[in-house]
């Protein structure tokens, strides 16, 4: 089938999340750190008017998925955020 392991789930979340951004037209307002330094990266919304879009907030519903720690769930959610 498809890959399993928690790289691939991160990878299958940062990709969902970016497509998000995209479809609706969000994706140049959020940009990702420019350079990788190993900094703690914050990106804060805005107002939430046109110019000033502010953040998404999700919710992670797990369903009936064990939430052990180091759960694929996390890395998928971890990739999104």
Do not use: I, W
Request: with cysteine; aromatic share 10%.
């Amino acid at each position: 089938a498809g890959l399993t392991n928690y790289a691939a789930c991160y990878a299958t979340g940062l990709l969902v999340a970016r497509r998000c951004l995209t479809k609706l037209k969000l994706a140049d307002a959020f940009q990702g750190a420019e350079e990788v330094t190993g900094e703690y990266f914050l990106q804060e919304g805005g107002e939430g008017g046109e110019e000033d879009p502010r953040a998404f907030r999700a919710y992670l519903d797990v369903g009936l998925a064990r939430t052990s720690t180091g759960a694929r769930v996390f890395g998928a959610m971890k990739g999104a955020v």
